[in-house]
């Protein structure tokens, strides 16, 4: 409803500027928590004598750790709201940061992550919620991009700024910081988060747990949720395989840099990520389709992988070029869950949403083991590097994949963002 009584807008705004910088500092260290081990993925190989596919195991424990969250997060939200969801678990996250820290083996690292992952799953889809109850419907999509542009800043710290803290004090008293950090802000969720505007209160007929539970059943058996976890799984395992895992070890092996030239170039890329999610955002409302804004997206992603599957240059700034080219049209999650909001409705919310991410995650999960198995069936050298002719199948594995997954998409409704204008004027 739009018809808010002034001294109710006044203190929804007055909530929403409150609620702010502890979201964004909750996504930003999500995003740094799940993309830090792409930094430092090659020192872990060889202070541990890790392989290719050991390697990929370790943030894929991430994934599946979120994978395993998603649909438990989705009743959790629907039912007992995002404030005391995201504080609860985002502790964990914290604890899985000081886990990873301490850990003298493969077993420990993964622990530690997978710990992050549960930890770390209802922040995105948290935050989502909150954007679908404190915002009008047809700027869902504007909302979500700054959003995810404001967490993409944790990849920005992971990547140079971590990079000189791990040099200076190596990575495991960074990450002891950051996890002890990361518990604060857990409790400063808690204090700073309400659930919905006060002129909006809960519906009268709240549903009993074993109700929800239920209602998550009903939606998993709507089959348009599987065409939405498609495009949504490829495209973000696309982004987060290479960004989060293999941009340190292709850098290192294919073109020789150190970690803090490394750090450079994943700045430089992630920086690029972060401009692209604000200007996917109003995308939608611009052309007046959300299925045409993925389209065109997942078109120009899978061009993308290809580039670098047949570059051969040994040029750090063509390469670089390239994946900033590959990160400006990644961000493609904006347009894919404001179409999902607008074919379901608002008491599902933190159900559908998390129902596709479940697939979402579990599609990151497969997609870093089955890159890991790629780069495993290629003889590495004699100081542990792949060869290029390695990371070149990778990316045309997902170039293939992200058509695939579009053709899968594109059967669905498309609802343009004036047509949810029309309905929110008339409520």
Avoid at 46 to 71: H, K, N
Avoid at 86 to 110: D, E, H, Q, W
Avoid at 317 to 338: D, E, K, N, R, Y
Avoid at 353 to 369: D, E, H, K, P
Wanted: with cysteine; charged share 15%.
């Amino acid at each position: 409803m739009n018809s808010h009584t002034p001294s109710a807008s006044y203190s929804r705004r007055a909530a929403i500027i409150r609620m702010i910088p502890v979201l964004g500092i909750t996504f930003i260290l999500a995003h740094f928590l799940r993309s830090a081990p792409a930094v430092i993925a090659p020192n872990l190989r060889a202070e541990m004598g890790l392989t290719p596919g050991q390697l990929s195991s370790l943030p894929a424990a991430i994934f599946l750790g979120a994978a395993l969250m998603q649909l438990p997060v989705g009743v959790l939200l629907d039912r007992f709201g995002p404030r005391r969801t995201m504080a609860a678990l985002f502790s964990l996250a914290a604890l899985g940061a000081i886990a990873f820290a301490t850990a003298k083996g493969v077993a420990g690292l993964a622990i530690g992550l997978f710990l992050i992952g549960c930890g770390a799953a209802p922040v995105f889809m948290g935050v989502i919620v909150l954007l679908s109850r404190w915002i009008a419907r047809d700027r869902l999509a504007t909302g979500t991009a700054i959003s995810i542009a404001v967490g993409g800043a944790g990849m920005l710290l992971s990547a140079s700024p971590f990079a000189a803290a791990v040099e200076i004090y190596g990575w495991r008293a960074s990450l002891y910081t950051v996890g002890a950090f990361s518990l604060a802000v857990a409790a400063a969720l808690l204090i700073m988060v309400r659930d919905r505007p006060d002129d909006e209160p809960s519906p009268a007929t709240t549903e009993t747990l074993l109700e929800t539970i239920i209602g998550l059943r009903h939606v998993l058996r709507d089959t348009r949720i599987y065409s939405f976890a498609a495009v949504s799984a490829v495209s973000v395992g696309a982004l987060v395989t290479i960004r989060n895992l293999w941009i340190g070890p292709y850098l290192h092996d294919v073109f020789d840099l150190d970690i803090v030239a490394r750090g450079n170039v994943i700045f430089a890329v992630s920086l690029t990520w972060i401009i692209a999610a604000i200007l996917y955002g109003p995308l939608d409302r611009m052309f007046d389709t959300r299925r045409g804004v993925v389209t065109g997206g997942m078109l120009a992603f899978a061009t993308m992988n290809a580039l670098l599957a047949i570059n051969g240059s040994n040029s750090v700034l063509v390469v670089t070029i390239l994946l900033s080219g590959f990160a400006l049209f990644a961000p493609i999650a904006p347009p894919i869950f404001a179409h999902a909001r607008s074919l379901f409705p608002d008491t599902h919310s933190g159900r559908v949403f998390t129902a596709i991410n479940v697939c979402t995650w579990s599609g990151v999960f497969l997609i870093q083991m089955g890159t890991g198995a790629i780069l495993d069936a290629f003889p590495v050298d004699e100081l542990g590097r792949s060869p290029a002719i390695a990371y070149r199948t990778m990316f045309v594995a997902l170039a293939v994949g992200l058509l695939l997954a579009l053709i899968i998409y594109r059967r669905l409704e498309d609802v343009p963002p004036s047509a949810e204008q029309d309905h929110s004027r008339s409520d």
